[in-house]
């Protein structure tokens, strides 16, 4: 396995991010760390997803790819196409990530990955990696349980499939069953806020009434059973500071042993 560390939140730097959960978790194959371009947010994340995009293109094995937020799987999502892989999408988060500059209440880009993946919304860093669009139907939304009201009006008007955690049927790996999973190569993303904060506490943008450390395991071992997972995104979405650390090693230690 590669794993990858790119410790930042959005364009800031995260001091100390891969010492606080990753490295007792396991080997950090890399850490990614650069000074970024002056220009826009999106322009500066830009340059250092490049970086995210040729260390996974470059690697052999399965790829795990740890960040501060959402947003790195853009760079993921294009090292993956560099390999000649064009992956479905299973994105297990407490929000949908799925606004737009123009739906957007906060304006907050950390909520926009997703919507940007599928082609909506700025485009500006799929053009600087030169990735295009996935599919929509070929995006499946697990949880998402806390929306804002534009962002909500945009998927149900979407072609992404959302579903509970609980839905995630290892059995339906084809069609619109309910579980099913896309076909071929899947890009596995899986924020940490998607469990309940009780589980986890210390999250950025905790949302009550997520699920339990061992339903998140089951359905994320469901998903990787089907041999096609082709990279594993895993947004550590927590203050550093304000992490319960030996709690947030032990949750990313687990889910990095089901990726071998």
Do not use: K
């Not at 994340?45 to 947003?71: M, Q």
């Not at 089951?218 to 997972?229: N, P, S």
């Amino acid at each position: 396995m590669s794993l990858f560390a790119v410790p930042f939140h959005l364009d800031e730097p995260l001091a100390g991010f891969s010492v606080s959960a990753l490295e007792s978790a396991g080997a950090v194959s890399r850490t990614i760390r650069m000074p970024l371009p002056e220009g826009r947010p999106w322009q500066r994340l830009a340059a250092l997803y490049e970086e995210v995009a040729t260390a996974v293109a470059g690697a052999s094995d399965r790829i795990v790819v740890a960040s501060g937020d959402c947003t790195t799987a853009l760079g993921t999502l294009a090292g993956l196409a560099r390999r000649g892989l064009d992956p479905g999408i299973v994105w297990f988060d407490a929000h949908g990530d799925f606004n737009t500059d123009e739906t957007t209440p906060s304006g907050y880009l950390g909520g926009m990955p997703l919507a940007i993946a599928v082609g909506r919304g700025d485009q500006t860093v799929p053009r600087a990696l030169d990735v295009g669009p996935i599919d929509e139907r070929r995006v499946l939304l697990v949880d998402a349980r806390d929306l804002d009201p534009a962002e909500r009006e945009a998927l149900d008007a979407s072609r992404v499939r959302r579903l509970p955690v609980s839905s995630i049927d290892p059995a339906a790996q084809q069609g619109a069953e309910a579980g099913a999973l896309p076909p071929g190569a899947i890009y596995l993303h899986l924020d940490l806020d998607v469990l309940d904060p009780l589980e986890l506490p210390g999250l950025r943008f905790p949302s009550a009434g997520g699920v339990r450390q061992a339903e998140l395991a089951r359905a994320v071992a469901a998903v990787i059973a089907t041999g096609r997972v082709a990279a594993i995104g895993l947004a550590c979405t927590w203050w550093p500071d304000r992490v319960d650390a030996p709690r947030a090693s032990a949750i990313v230690q687990q889910l990095l042993e089901m990726a071998p």
